[in-house]
Nanobody, 119 residues
Framework: QVQLQESGPGLVKPSQTLSLTCTISGESITAVNYFWTWIRQSPKKGLEWIGYIGGGGITLYNPSLESRASISRDTAKNQITLQQTSVTPEDTAVYFC???????????WGQGTQVTVSS
C-alpha cells in the first residue's frame, strides 16, 4: 500500500522560505508512471496545484508559482521536497503531497500539513 506523509514547520515568517518534505512508502519515487505532486488548499483560493516531479525527475510548475517554487527529490530516502521562497500570508494553506498516474488522476494523498505564514 502506498502511503505519503508530509512534514515541515507549521509557522513561517513572511519573506522566509517554506520547506516541506513528503516521505513516500510502498512505491519508488523513480517509478516512471507516476507524478509526485504538491497541492495546497486554502479557504480563499480553494485547491491549488503547485507542481510535480515525475519518476524520471522532470518537474512542472503552476505558472503563477513557478518563480518561487522548487520541487526536488532524495531517491535514497524516497522523499520529495517543496521549497517556496518569499512567502506571504497568501501562502497560508494546508499543503498536500499526492500521487498522480498517467491518466492525471490522484490515487494516493498524504493527510496534509497546515502552514501558516505570519510574523
Amino acid at each position: 500500500q502506498v502511503q505519503l506523509q508530509e512534514s515541515g514547520p507549521g509557522l513561517v515568517k513572511p519573506s522566509q522560505t517554506l520547506s516541506l518534505t513528503c516521505t513516500i512508502s510502498g512505491e519508488s519515487i523513480t517509478a516512471v508512471n507516476y507524478f509526485w505532486t504538491w497541492i495546497r488548499q486554502s479557504p480563499k483560493k480553494g485547491l491549488e496545484w503547485i507542481g510535480y516531479i515525475g519518476g524520471g525527475g522532470i518537474t512542472l510548475y503552476n505558472p503563477s508559482l513557478e518563480s518561487r517554487a522548487s520541487i526536488s527529490r532524495d531517491t535514497a530516502k524516497n522523499q520529495i521536497t517543496l521549497q517556496q521562497t518569499s512567502v506571504t500570508p497568501e501562502d497560508t494553506a494546508v499543503y498536500f503531497c499526492a500521487r498522480a498516474g498517467l491518466n492525471g488522476q490522484y490515487d494516493y494523498w498524504g493527510q496534509g500539513t497546515q502552514v501558516t505564514v505570519s510574523s
